[in-house]
Nanobody, 124 residues
């Protein structure tokens, strides 16, 4: 069992930055793929970014490439999402998730555990 708690959301102007953090509790954190997803108002949950067990491989949605960076610190059971050059269309609830399998890391269904989400609002 893995418990995930996100933090760092808030209101920011377009062009600004935010850093989201996800604290994980439970065992064997470093064996899980970690991902970030988001759910814009009135839309389905979508993939943002994922990172491999050791942190050596990352996958990012085209919409955030060059702007968002995912990282993890297995010694602290934490995964972070640095978001730069934010746009109004980045407004969403952001979720941290953990997956036991490395298959289909962009798919919501591939993840076994989810946090409660943190709101990010980007004003124009």
């Amino acid at each position: 069992q893995v418990q995930l708690v996100e933090s760092g959301g808030g209101l920011v102007q377009a062009g600004g930055s935010l850093r989201l953090s996800c604290a994980a509790s439970g065992h064997i954190f470093d064996t899980y793929i970690m991902g970030w997803f988001r759910q814009p108002p009135g839309k389905e949950r979508e993939f943002v970014s994922a990172i491999s067990w050791g942190g050596g491989r990352t996958t990012n949605a085209d919409s955030v490439k060059g702007r968002f960076t995912i990282s993890r610190d297995n010694t602290k059971n934490a995964v972070n999402l640095q978001m730069n050059s934010l746009k109004p269309e980045d407004t969403a609830v952001y979720y941290c998730a953990a997956a036991r399998s490395q298959l289909s890391v962009t798919d919501v269904g591939a993840y076994d555990y989810w946090g409660q989400g943190t709101q990010v609002t980007v004003s124009s």
